[in-house]
């Protein structure tokens, strides 16, 4: 049977800076595939969503800000 990748959790990453956070972004979805483009969010300066070319589903965070 093929491999049909993690289902039903994701990663999270959490980073100082929306630099560091889009570079990650971007290097992960590489060959994978975006379900959430990198935007702002309430809880960050930036975060997104993503599935890397081997099936791992990303959520990548830039810049936590005080809640």
């Known amino acids: ?22 570079k990650v972004f971007d290097a992960l979805a590489a060959g994978g595939k975006v379900t ?16 890397d070319k081997f099936g791992t589903p990303w959520i990548v965070n830039g810049e936590l800000l005080p809640l």
């Open 36 to 51: 959430m483009p990198i935007q702002p969010a309430f809880w960050a300066k930036t975060w997104g969503m993503l599935v």
């Open 1 to 22: 049977m093929p491999y049909e990748g993690i289902k039903g959790v994701s990663i999270t990453l959490s980073y100082d800076t929306a630099a560091e956070a889009q």
